[in-house]
């Protein structure tokens, strides 16, 4: 175990050639001009603000300081210790997209930090933090200069409060992680179906409810409001309507396209469950709400949601449908259109936040004929919509590409670009799109687990937002991210703790590490294959099962087949026998070392999963590592020594892949379903 462990921390610096000039700063800053000497932490550094305006400045500085003080011990303050000085032009606001340019310059001598206004000073001391490196020996910011600012204004991260309650806590440890990482908009989604997460006072039943399992008091909403802000952070409320509105329903019955009366939803899906848009009474509620609401939220901004709503509710409904009848709403083959019907809601959804002095945002399913220029769109069906949006003089943002719930990798989620060099826009209409969300929906995430379902890979979509365009190298990526991860521990997040203390449950005293290798081996089923696999979930559903302790991604096997892959591709590896080098022999010690491990796993496990009832539907998933290991053994050994693999042998590995790639538990072995098709192919 040892060696594995020593091999797996030499790993990343001895395998792969990476572009070291980005050293551990994610997201990356526009310009870096490394030095040769270091700033060493002798003394906590004496923080100097040339003004002092700003509150969230020093504050920010002082947590800085605390947080190094953590990690490096807290040494006697000293009268000669180098400063942290900090010079901003104004402060900033957040709700203006004041800048966040900054210049920051480590020496030896002390930190000097420089920009516009204090939201810069913020992100710069963000970077500070990153730069915090140690030696073995001592700890140290290395010397560098760095002008940096964002591509995009708008870089958010969408939390889901509504499928599963998240706690003040939890708001707050990600507005941490965030803060880290340079986004800059929490997108808090307060109302769905299975959920009203928001104390009203105009119409307490809402939260009394809708919210009977959860939900924030204004105070606490103004608190979470205080916190955002003291960390350079917006916060854009999401009220969806008309869709996703059960919550809403069962508090007030009135509101309903249909004489059922609803309970506040438990069941998982798109339920196409509306509130009422032929009613005035609907549109007064909707009134008061929102004249509540958009003083308790002081952002220029307030999302509509608008999103997944088929207008069966309103089609079947023969008042509603007459309705539609007698406003023109009818398609060319003469059958009512729930668009036209959406969009005269819509227009007066725009009305109303419009005479709150709100910009509305709605997801793209809003954008239609008619619909006023200043109604901002999210795209989360597809580029496409987000390109419409702008072309139809929309301002717009992208969250395709963005949802992190659905389980894929970072590199996944790193690569979609809102404005590629090839979008199809003019510069005018370019301008209009402000930049993207990274989206984290909670069906199958609770308070406890929800971090390690945002993080690191949020950080990944942090970067693509915040980074020069051409900052798209994946290794280095991931290289960072791993730092990053270790960053938000230091921060409070919950991402490794979490999942660790699930385990640590589901062993019940036996021995916790081979159910970690387990766990680090598995993945989630991807996207939202997990509501169709035999197991019937609800809000009630506990997810605290092996696959919600398993990573989003396996990084054991991301670093297994990154490994294996730069070893293959060494010219002609896969024909004759694999090159000789001191780096692919400690590639090949590594990735043997690795499999054996896996493969020895199953008999040091398999006792623990037949003793405990929620582990058993695992144990296939434990075989299968043993199977996938031990073929992949013998494909390694048949590399090394450049013997051609037969036919049959190839074909009946194949069959063992597949095989493995069955999911159980509504989890997967990431070893399997990562394997390459060309691994088991003839050369
Ligand atoms: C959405 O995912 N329905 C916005």
């Known amino acids: 175990m040892l ?54 400045v020093r504050a920010a500085a002082e947590r800085l300081l605390a947080n190094l003080g953590r990690q490096a011990g807290r040494p006697q303050a000293s009268a000669k210790a180098p400063q942290l000085q900090i010079r901003y032009g104004q402060p900033g606001r957040m709700e203006n997209f004041d800048e966040e340019r900054y210049t920051l310059r480590v020496l030896p001598a002390g930190v000097t930090i420089d920009a516009p206004t204090s939201l810069g000073a913020l992100r710069a001391l963000a970077t500070l933090q990153q730069l915090f490196t140690a030696d073995g020996k001592d700890f140290y910011f290395p010397e560098v200069e760095i002008q940096d600012q964002p591509r995009f204004v708008w870089r958010g991260l969408l939390i889901d409060a509504a499928r599963h309650f998240m706690p003040v806590s939890v708001i707050k440890r990600n507005l941490d992680g965030m803060a880290a990482v340079k986004l800059n908009v929490l997108h808090w989604h307060l109302a769905d179906d299975q959920g009203f997460r928001v104390e009203s006072k105009v119409l307490p039943k809402l939260h009394q409810v809708g919210g009977a399992k959860g939900y924030y008091t204004q ?32 508090a007030y019955p009135e509101l309903a396209s249909n004489d059922s009366t609803y309970g506040v939803a438990t069941r998982w899906g798109v339920l196409n ?34 999103d997944e709503n088929d207008g069966r509710q309103w089609r079947r409904n023969p008042r509603i449908a007459q309705y539609m009848r007698d406003n023109g709403m009818v398609k060319r083959d003469g059958t009512v259109d729930k668009h036209a019907l959406q969009t005269q809601f819509n227009r007066r959804m725009l009305t109303i936040v419009s005479k709150y002095q709100k910009k509305m945002v709605g997801w793209d399913e809003i954008l239609g004929p008619g619909l006023p ?92 937002l915040w980074s020069p365009a051409a900052v798209t190298n994946v290794d280095d990526m991931y290289r960072r991210l791993a730092l990053v991860s270790a960053e938000l521990e230091t921060l409070g997040l919950q991402h490794r703790r979490a999942p660790h203390q699930l ?129 992949l053994l013998q494909r390694l050994e048949q590399l090394e020594k450049g013997q051609a693999a ?34 088991l192919a003839q050369p």
């Open 373 to 464: 220029k200043d109604a901002v769109i999210q795209s989360w069906r597809g580029k496409k919509g987000l390109y419409e949006a702008a072309k139809a003089g929309h301002t717009t943002l992208l969250s395709n590409g963005y949802y992190i719930d659905l389980n894929l990798t970072a590199a996944s989620h790193y690569a979609p670009d809102p404005l590629p060099a090839d979008a199809p826009l003019t510069d005018e209409e370019k301008k209009r799109i402000l930049g993207g969300e990274a989206a984290m929906w909670a069906e199958f995430a609770d308070s406890v687990i929800v971090d390690s379902r945002i993080w690191p890979r949020a950080a990944a979509v942090a970067e693509r």
């Open 503 to 631: 385990l640590t449950m589901m062993a019940a005293g036996q021995k916790l590490e081979p159910l970690q290798t387990l766990a680090g081996a598995i993945e989630p089923v991807k996207e939202y294959k997990r509501h169709f696999q035999g197991m019937k979930y609800t809000t009630e559903t506990p997810l605290n099962r092996l696959v919600d302790a398993a990573p989003a991604e396996s990084e054991a096997v991301r670093v297994f087949y990154t490994t294996l892959d730069s070893l293959l591709r060494a010219p002609r590896a896969k024909v004759t026998e694999l090159p000789r080098t001191p780096a692919t022999r400690r590639q090949l010690a590594y990735l043997r070392a690795q499999l054996k491990d896996w493969q020895q796993n199953d008999a040091r496990v398999q006792p623990l999963l037949q003793l405990n009832p929620a582990l058993r539907e695992y144990a296939p998933l434990s075989t299968q590592l043993t199977v996938v290991s031990t073929l």
């Open 273 to 306: 469950i509306a509130v009422d848009p032929t009613q005035e009474t609907t549109y007064q509620l909707l009134d008061k709400l929102f004249g509540e609401m958009t003083t308790l939220f002081p952002d220029p901004y307030f999302h509509i949601g608008g």
């Open 219 to 250: 105070e606490q909403v103004r608190e979470v409001l205080a916190y955002a802000q003291a960390r350079g952070i917006r916060v854009v409320p999401e009220f969806d309507v008309p869709g996703h509105t059960t919550a809403w329903i069962a």
């Open 646 to 679: 037969s036919a049959a042998w190839l074909a009946t590995a194949q069959q063992q892949v597949d095989a493995a790639k069955k999911p159980a538990g509504q989890a997967e072995l990431a070893l399997a379903t990562k394997l390459s098709k060309d691994l």
């Open 3 to 56: 060696r594995l462990l020593f091999l797996l921390l030499a790993l990343p610096l001895a395998v792969f050639a990476q572009p070291t000039n980005t050293r551990s700063l994610l997201p990356v800053p526009s310009q870096v001009n490394w030095g040769k000497s270091r700033l060493y932490w002798k003394a906590p550094l004496q923080l100097r603000l040339e003004r002092d305006d700003d509150p969230a």
